[in-house]
């Protein structure tokens, strides 16, 4: 099962930009789900998950949310600064046929210029 995000590009700071990860309906009862980042030489960190919870650096300018069927789960990012460059996976733990699994997106790379 692969979880497709877009939405990611070049920026200039202070501007916006959206992602979108469409999950699978096959994918079964979910869970959580979110949005982690990495950029080049660090780990891999949680940006922001439903239920809201939001990585401090983030707070106030980012805002998760998912569409009424929750098969798109979307990051709305406001303010973007050049420390917001990185590339952005969605993120789903779904519940299927007795067990629990995590699925991550492919990674769409947002670049932020000052």
């Known amino acids: 099962v692969q979880l497709q995000a877009s939405g990611g590009g070049s920026e200039q700071a202070g501007g916006s930009r959206r992602l979108s990860c469409v999950i699978p309906?096959?994918?079964?009862?979910?869970?959580?789900m979110g949005w982690y980042r990495q950029a080049p030489g660090n780990r891999r960190e949680l940006v922001a998950r439903?239920?809201?919870t939001y990585a401090d650096s983030v707070k106030g300018r980012f805002t998760i949310s998912a569409d009424g069927a929750k098969n798109t789960v979307l990051l709305q990012m406001d303010s973007l600064k050049p420390e917001d460059t990185a590339v952005y996976y969605c993120?789903?733990?779904?519940?299927?046929?007795?067990?629990?699994?995590?699925?991550w997106g492919q990674g769409t790379l947002v670049t932020v210029s000052s």
């Open positions: 993120y789903v733990r779904a519940y299927s046929m007795g067990s629990s699994n995590d699925y």
């Open positions: 309906g096959s994918i079964g009862s979910i869970t959580l």
């Open positions: 439903i239920t809201t």
